[in-house]
């Protein structure tokens, strides 16, 4: 399918999607959605381009995501800023003691028997799961599916793409899991993850990745450890360094990891402030502050400007 095809009555053009100054509404997702359906003739694209939609395609909302200090606080902050992250369902969370649940209904259609409904479903639970894995870690699996509408032509796929029991025809759409997954302690949970905060902040923090020498590689793991900095000692170890010879190093290149350390939060509040309605709490929170007062007052220091007038400036 041609992007050029799928965009067609949107007013998007293909150079407009490379472009983070792009927004797109609901209407112009619907359309494009509805394009696909119809250029797609029945395959599995929804679950196909669902299965694409890693953390890092949602820019500092999912970098912000993979800072969550917990993964409770994950679960709430998407939640809360599920239609600015473009989501095509609303997300209900639930837990018990042994099940976590959530419950989706469709934005776009509110007829089970509309193909746009089926569609942004499909997208939606995939991309439900491409992120839990990425979060959770590729081990993640939902443990039940139930889906409103009744049994499609393609009921295998889903079987094969979500490897547990399914349920038609029922009441709502929810998926199931066992609730531990959000008890374990919140750690980078898979490899991939760090490579995917990398690629999140190279589209937004110009040169921090062009920087030589130690000093380089200390931004890139300040990047790469959303929301959890490594100490000195802990960095020093990650370079296989003692603390003193990574002192040493860095102030022969002119700077120190404290130095750093306030450079790359900066630069990620300013980006956060920019690109995202996030508060100071849930910046502060990201940025390892213990308070949002503590954030306030150091980035004044650094900008000499509260965050609130440097987001509405």
């Not at 469709?106 to 639970?125: G, H, I, K, Q, T």
């Not at 959770?136 to 094969?160: C, D, E």
């Amino acid at each position: 399918m041609a992007p050029s095809s799928a965009l067609a009555g949107t007013g998007l053009k293909v150079g407009d999607l490379a472009s983070g100054a792009t927004r797109v509404s609901y209407r112009q997702v619907e359309k494009v959605f509805r394009n696909a359906i119809q250029l797609s003739h029945g395959s599995d694209i929804a679950f196909r381009a669902g299965q694409r939609m890693h953390v890092n395609a949602y820019g500092m909302y999912g970098y912000a995501l993979l800072s969550s200090p917990t993964r409770a606080e994950g679960i709430d902050f998407t939640a809360k800023y599920g239609r600015a992250l473009g989501m095509v369902a609303e997300v209900v969370f639930s837990r018990d003691d042994e099940t976590a649940t959530y419950t989706f209904k469709s934005v776009l259609s509110r007829d089970p028997s509309d193909d746009l409904y089926r569609f942004a479903l499909e997208f939606a639970l995939a991309t439900c799961l491409t992120m839990c894995r990425d979060i959770y870690g590729q081990s993640f699996k939902f443990t039940n599916l139930h889906i409103v509408y009744p049994t499609p032509r393609n009921a295998k796929r889903y079987h094969r793409i979500f490897e547990c029991p399914l349920s038609f025809a029922q009441d709502r759409n929810t998926v199931e899991f066992d609730a531990r997954w959000i008890d374990h302690p919140l750690v980078q949970p898979d490899p991939k993850t760090p490579v995917m905060a990398g690629e999140l902040c190279e589209q937004f923090l110009e040169g921090t990745s062009q920087d030589g020498g130690v000093t380089g590689d200390v931004r890139r793991i300040l990047i790469e450890r959303p929301g959890r900095f490594p100490s000195i000692d802990a960095m020093a170890a990650e370079l296989s360094l003692h603390p003193r010879a990574l002192r040493r190093r860095l102030d022969a290149e002119g700077t120190s990891y404290r130095d750093l350390l306030a450079e790359v939060r900066m630069k990620l509040a300013i980006e956060y402030l920019r690109h995202t309605e996030m508060t100071n709490e849930e910046i502060a929170a990201r940025l390892d502050y213990s308070d949002a007062s503590n954030f306030r007052h150091a980035f004044a220091r650094w900008t000499g400007k509260s965050p609130s007038e440097y987001r509405w400036r």
